[in-house]
């Protein structure tokens, strides 16, 4: 057999356009996750109601708190999702490679 490299960290970024049709069932949805997350309330910021009214009146905030990258790599061998980072926005595309301060 042949010797095996050692694991090397990937950094892919993505940008992914979604419509939402129904906004009740994406905020739904979120809330119905966040009340089965195993969170420990006593640690947070806030209480549970609060953070479920801001999934309720922030559809954007509820659309990332919903998807799912960890799945990106799934079926690929040789690879294993680590960690990423995930966000919504509303209103036209901007260029998130791009910095603001020019």
């Keep these: 057999m042949g010797e095996q490299s050692a ?22 949805h979120a809330v119905a996750d966040l009340w089965a997350a195993d969170i420990d ?17 922030d559809l954007a905030t509820s659309v990332s708190s919903i998807v799912d990258i960890s799945h990106l790599a799934d079926g690929i061998p040789g ?19 791009r910095s603001d301060e020019q």
Excluded: K, N
């Design 7 to 28: 694991p090397v960290t990937m950094h892919i970024y993505c940008r992914v356009e979604v419509l939402v049709t129904d906004p009740a069932a994406v905020t739904g």
């Design 41 to 57: 309330w006593s640690t947070e910021e806030d209480d549970l109601e609060t953070a479920v009214e801001e999934l309720r009146s």
């Design 79 to 97: 690879v294993e999702f680590r960690g990423g980072l995930c966000w919504a926005e509303q209103g036209p595309q901007r260029d998130p490679f």
